[in-house]
């Protein structure tokens, strides 16, 4: 539970793959609220995600594609895109797609150029997913979406 604390549990999605959605051939980036766990956590995340780089950014200081401690995601959003044109990609922010379990964090995508869609639909708690994201979420629509 992200939120409450304790063990990284894994969701539909992460055991079958990004790779096996809409996002197949899609350059991956994390943009956490949070910290991310601890070194191990973090290790296994990238691994799931099979991130180009090993290092974790901050806000303000954008040099992989994986920031925790972001507050507010869509200027981190831009600086994940942005990290990975500096490394020879050519990514527009229409073709940038966030996903998320936390309602008020797709919400702040109202009126950027990004799309950002909420996830982990099933267990729904309010404002946050509390079951993991299924596959079929991840999907390359156009716009901001909420459960």
Do not use: Q
Request: proline share 5%.
């Amino acid at each position: 539970d992200a939120y409450g604390g304790g063990d990284l549990t894994l969701s539909a999605l992460a055991t079958s793959g990004v790779r096996s959605t809409a996002c197949g051939r899609c350059r991956i980036g994390i943009v956490s609220h949070g910290t991310a766990g601890g070194n191990t956590m973090k290790e296994i995340i990238r691994n799931v995600i099979g991130a180009p780089s090993d290092y974790w950014s901050t806000p303000g200081n954008i040099h992989s594609p994986l920031v925790i401690g972001c507050g507010y995601k869509p200027p981190c959003a831009k600086g994940v895109m942005d990290w990975y044109n500096r490394h020879g990609a050519s990514i527009r922010p229409w073709n940038v797609h966030l996903f998320d379990d936390k309602r008020s964090n797709v919400a702040a995508f109202y009126g950027s150029p990004f799309n950002a869609h909420h996830i982990s639909c099933a267990g729904s708690d309010g404002d946050i997913g509390r079951c993991g994201a299924e596959p079929h979420e991840i999907s390359l629509r156009r716009g901001v979406s909420m459960c």
